[in-house]
């Protein structure tokens, strides 16, 4: 029976790290590379953002951000028709052309039991200030997790970008700061070792 337990642990732990890599595809596998988006919105001029992932998976950076979140002053929604068209453009692109968010309440695949005309993403929460944006949501799959992605901006444009996971529900802006800080120096607390939304 303890045999047993032991290889079934051992099983879950292969499928979830399967999950991981085969989920949606992943941002960069390569901790040292840079990745370049350009912004085609047609009211903002192209723009080149690079995503460093040592920074993001080791979070340099995130004190800071979190930081400049607190003193920023933000416009809460649940919809997703309030993401600035900046970040819409940012997630469609490192999240591919099919890349989509049900509204907060709204039906998605929150399972591997896919349901093709669905998200596979919900929001939970959406803060917009002058300086910063978080963005929390449910990611569907093998496994149920919380992400959230932080930006700080910059007169319209992304000026650093840091994601991770939760690993509780946060659906306010003070609960997000608190889960991300408490999180933070765990293994693999708020990351693992790819970066995927």
Known sequence: MNQYYRLTIGCLFLLSACQESTQEAPVQRAKHNKLTLVNDSPKSPPQVFSIDTTAILTNLHLEEILKKIEQDSLIESRKVSSIPPIIS???????????????????????????EERSNRQLLYLGVGKKTIIIAYYLGGFGLSERVLLFEMDNNSIKDFWTGYLRSDALTKNQIIQVLRTNRNRNWGTNTNILYF
């Open 89 to 115: 453009s940012f997630l469609k692109h490192y999240g591919g052309p099919s890349f989509s968010i049900a509204d907060y309440g709204q039906p998605f695949n929150a399972t591997d039991n896919i349901i």
